[in-house]
């Protein structure tokens, strides 16, 4: 298999990418690199212009099976309205991001049809040249294009429902609303994650979604890894309070603590895939 690596949002050098290059060339894949993928302007990995060149050449390149994304942070989003969306669509593949690339994965899907995978880049995620035991297994099921399930899981909220997977970042599902990619919640299971934000700007944002009407939209809830659960100021409480207030009225199926986001040990989830969420047995299947 042909794999290849961008830098659609901030900039990496070599020794960041080193260890996954060796990890994916022992278990027999080709690696790619676009051609600007050590780039740097500002706080990105080279110019917008650059950075859709080599989106776009990795899609066109009928040779490349898969694309990873290197690094999130951020850039992904000034990509959007500059795509060519009908290449990505007569051009799909697998892509993998995490994070500020979550604005990238939610446009393809809503622009171009394409079903990708967060949970994973290269720069945090290839620290050492082995993978934890769960995010190996799920990178093994994502190449090869099989179907997951995943199993005695946190049940927040009990019930069952079968949607579409959307989701990913919150800051970054946040960023796309009032735009033409904005996700469509109607009758999906939403996912969320989130790093370094504190409680208070988490409520901010889930309230958001509730003013939105979003969760009288969707179908279900995944929470995935938020690394921040306590306020610097503790009479400013907790994520889980947030959490409590935000969600105790919801008569929707929730799971908490998923696996997901900017942690070692996780699996990757398919956004775009139809899954059945299980909140009775703690499950979710993908269908």
């Known amino acids: 298999m042909k794999i290849g690596f961008i830098s659609p949002a901030s900039h990496v050098v070599y020794e960041d990418i080193k260890n996954a ?84 994965s939610l446009a393809m899907y809503k622009m171009a049809g394409l079903s990708s995978y967060t949970g994973m880049v290269i720069k945090s995620d290839f620290k050492d040249e082995t993978l934890p035991p769960l995010l190996k297994q799920s990178l093994n099921h994502a190449l090869n294009h099989q179907k997951q399930s995943f199993k005695d899981l946190e049940i927040y909220n009990k019930g069952k429902a079968e949607g579409i997977l959307v989701g990913g970042n919150l800051t970054m599902i946040m960023s796309l609303m009032g735009t033409p990619y904005e996700v469509d919640f109607q009758d999906k299971i939403l996912f969320i994650e989130e790093i370094g934000e504190e409680p208070f700007r988490v409520d901010r944002m889930i309230n958001q979604l509730r003013l939105a009407n979003v969760f009288n939209k969707i179908k279900g809830l995944i929470i995935g890894d938020f690394t921040v659960k306590l306020s610097k100021d503790k009479l400013d409480g907790t994520l889980d309070e947030v959490f409590y207030e935000q969600f105790k009225h919801l008569n929707i199926p929730i799971i908490n603590n998923f696996l997901n986001g900017h942690i070692k040990e996780k699996y990757l989830l398919k ?17």
């Open 21 to 104: 290059i060796n990890y994916f060339e022992n278990q027999g894949h080709k690696i790619v690199l676009s051609k600007n993928i050590y780039k740097q302007e500002r706080f990105m990995a080279g110019s917008d212009e650059e950075r859709l060149s080599d989106l776009h050449d990795m899609f066109a390149d009928k040779s490349v099976d898969f694309i990873i994304a290197t690094r999130g942070a951020y850039g992904s989003p000034r990509l959007l309205d500059k795509i060519d969306y009908e290449l990505i669509k007569q051009n799909k593949k697998g892509f993998i991001g995490l994070s500020d690339v979550t604005a990238l």
């Open 271 to 287: 956004i775009g895939a139809k899954i059945f969420l299980d909140c009775v047995n703690g499950e979710i299947h993908e269908m």
